[in-house]
């Protein structure tokens, strides 16, 4: 039995040929190109930066912004204004803040379309008076928002997002009562752009006062805006590499194919997934991030979002049948039926972290300033959603650790069967059951690596968007570089080691030639 066994998966595969000699070359050739990516990576500049800009506000007296969306900023503001100072003349419907990025003071400080996003995290800093003392309290601020953009300080500021002026965003935040004596409000998402296409930016914000709206709101001292984008360093690293897998990837799995196909093989359900795998891979490395150097898109960050999400999706599966196929004591094989709880679970996962990434991502497109974590029903909703994929993902990593310890059971009971072999074809079979060992502990690792790095940016993502109460995670491009690396390493060593060749083949490269 298992002689058949290793004849139908491996008698016609790289793996199957390779000596213990070939097999160390090829693990050193693989550090040797991970460590580069990991050094590669870590020369760059940390992923993000944060900018922080204290508010200026401007009596806006003709409601130049209210009524007309017209931009406010040093310029334009004839009444500029101390909000800390009382003044019966000033009506505070007419108070307009103001933020700059990079900066108002240094003209010459520019944002970079390499920063690729740019993420707004509002900050409410009520005026602390001994004389009141304020109850802890969940208020909601109720704003109108506008965002202009212009490429040098010469040009007019042009409108990125246009607003109705009776358009009005509400944000539920919680303030209270510090240690200190001093009472706090919670941070609040602001906006989230898909690109950075003008060099400089200006964000105008008024608090509209009327009946039932902004009358919880303390007194203000002021406000601030932390603005996050991407480095610029990073994503010519980032994008660069994936531009040079690219090919490589995509060169790699046509070759595969035409294995394949040379070999007359009816293709096996692995033989498949490896296809669409390496597919999925090329399509996550495809640089689009291009198009927002020359084109002002806002499309680009839900578009990466899927591709990973289908990157994360094929990978899934193919653990799943990589170590299910290797079972020794499966009966019947090459049925995806066999595995329909884990992909059950693997499409829930994907189908609820789409829905979620539209809701959210996908209505910033038109709206900026849209957040689903922004009031209290959005995060219940955004969290329930989230608990779910995680239960989703749960179920299947249990699958998996079931599927792999079950595998390296059969294979070591197996193992018993081969005294009855002759010396040469025991030795044989020993070698192939402990190069698939290497090939599964490879796959664990991948899977570990990955996981990790999944955890940590979206920690990272739930600091941005919900700021106090969560806690970031400081992650280094190397990491993230190397990961994705790894990433590109795992698919082109599919590629090669279970690439069909014959006899009279050669291995040139590491491409399966003639």
């Known amino acids: 039995r298992i002689q058949i066994l290793f004849e139908d998966m491996s008698n016609s595969i790289v793996l199957e040929k390779l000596n213990r000699k070939q097999l160390i070359l090829l693990l050193i050739a693989n550090v040797i190109l991970l460590s580069f990516y ?28 209210q009524q007309k969306n017209q931009p406010i900023d040093k310029k334009s503001c004839i009444n500029p204004i101390d909000i800390t100072i009382d003044d019966p003349k ?64 010469d040009e007019e500021w042009s409108l990125v997002h246009e607003m109705e002026p009776t358009d009005t965003h509400n944000r539920e935040v919680t303030c209270k009562n510090s240690e200190y004596d001093n009472y706090e409000c919670s941070d609040m998402p602001l906006f989230e752009l898909g690109n950075v296409f003008y060099n400089h930016y200006l964000i105008n914000i008024q608090l509209p006062q ?41 060169i790699a799995t046509l070759l595969y194919i035409r294995q394949v196909k040379k070999h007359d093989k009816t293709p096996l ?21 291009y198009i927002s150097l020359f084109c002002d898109v806002s499309f680009l960050r839900l578009w990466n979002d899927i591709v990973t999400g289908v990157f994360y999706a094929c990978m899934a599966i193919l653990w799943l049948l990589f170590i299910g196929e290797h079972r020794m004591d499966l009966d019947q094989r090459n049925k995806l039926s066999n595995y329909w709880k884990e992909i059950t679970a693997i499409s829930l996962t994907c189908i609820t972290m789409f829905l979620l990434d539209i809701i959210d991502r996908g209505l910033q497109m038109g709206d900026p300033f849209h957040s689903l974590w922004a009031t209290e029903g959005g995060q219940v909703a955004g969290r329930v959603m989230l608990i779910f994929s995680g239960c989703c993902a749960g179920v299947y990593t249990l699958g998996i650790i079931y599927l792999m310890v079950r595998a390296c059971r059969s294979m070591s009971r197996k193992r018993s069967s081969l005294v009855n072999f002759g010396r040469v074809r025991r030795l044989y079979y020993e070698g192939l059951i402990y190069r698939f060992k290497i090939m599964i502990g490879g796959t664990v690792t991948c899977g570990v690596i990955t996981v990790v790095m999944f955890i940590l940016v979206n920690l990272n993502e739930m600091y941005y968007k919900w700021g106090k109460g969560t806690q970031a995670v400081d992650i280094y491009s190397g990491f993230l570089v190397g990961v994705a690396g790894l990433w590109n390493l795992y698919v082109l060593n599919i590629l090669l ?10 291995l040139v490269f590491g491409i399966c030639t003639c």
């Not at 001292?221 to 932390?226: G, T």
């Open 38 to 65: 990991f050094l590669a990576g870590g020369t760059g500049p940390k992923p993000t930066n944060v900018m922080s800009r204290q508010a200026n506000a401007c009596y806006d007296k003709f409601q130049k912004f």
């Open 210 to 250: 009327r009946p039932g709206v902004n009358n919880q709101v303390p007194r203000l001292e002021s406000l601030y805006v932390f603005e996050i984008h991407q480095n610029g360093g990073f994503s010519k690293i980032y994008i660069g590499q994936k531009t040079v897998m690219c090919p490589i990837v995509l």
């Open 90 to 153: 000033i009506i505070e419907n007419d108070v307009v803040f103001y933020f700059v990025f990079p900066s108002d003071k240094m003209p010459r400080l520019t944002m970079s379309r390499w920063f690729q996003w740019m993420i707004g995290v509002l900050e409410v800093k009520p005026l602390n008076d001994n004389r009141v003392k304020y109850k802890d309290a969940k208020i909601t601020v109720t704003f109108k928002g506008g965002i202009f953009g212009r490429q040098s300080e």
């Open 497 to 506: 080691l279970y690439c069909p060749v014959s006899n009279g083949e050669l």
């Open 269 to 289: 359900l692995l033989t498949k997934v490896i296809s669409g795998f390496g597919f999925a891979t090329v399509l996550y490395n495809l640089p689009l991030d």
